[in-house]
């Protein structure tokens, strides 16, 4: 038998035993195919709300976002869908807007504050070592 004899008696087999068994392997391939469709819906309905609320520099500045802080993002786009939504946001948001857009979101995100240590020791950098100065 050839390999493709092999997977066609295999195919046949496998459409046989989802027939027999009412089909379940089937029902769960389906949900999860029902809702992968549904989430692709609902990120089309969110990009086409946003491409009608931000103007060009405010949608670049979104994309920006996204790649620096995706949660931030995340936050902002549901705002500005919400406001679409009710009806608060009349025209194109502009950059202007889409930065106080920004602050309040900033001020409804928990702060976590990160500090930097250097440690000059460790990097060797010291600038009282170099005494030759090329000339």
Do not use: W
Not at 21 to 39: L, N, P, T, W
Not at 58 to 74: G, I, M, Y
Not at 105 to 112: I, L
């Amino acid at each position: 038998m050839s390999d493709a004899d092999l997977d066609a008696l295999r195919a046949q087999r496998m459409s046989q035993m989802q027939s027999q068994f009412g089909g379940a392997g089937g029902s769960d391939g389906d949900k999860q195919q029902a809702q992968q469709e549904q989430m692709r819906a609902q990120e089309e309905m969110k990009h086409s709300i946003l491409s009608q609320v931000l103007d060009q520099q405010a949608r670049a500045r979104l994309n920006t976002l996204k790649v620096s802080k995706p949660e931030k993002a995340q936050m902002f786009e549901n705002m500005v869908i919400r406001m679409a939504q009710m009806g608060q946001v009349r025209g194109k948001l502009d950059d202007a807007q889409f930065v106080s857009i920004l602050e309040s979101v900033n001020a409804q995100m928990p702060q976590s504050k990160s500090t930097v240590k250097y440690d000059r020791r460790r990097a060797a950098i010291d600038s009282d070592d170099d005494e030759d100065y090329g000339c």
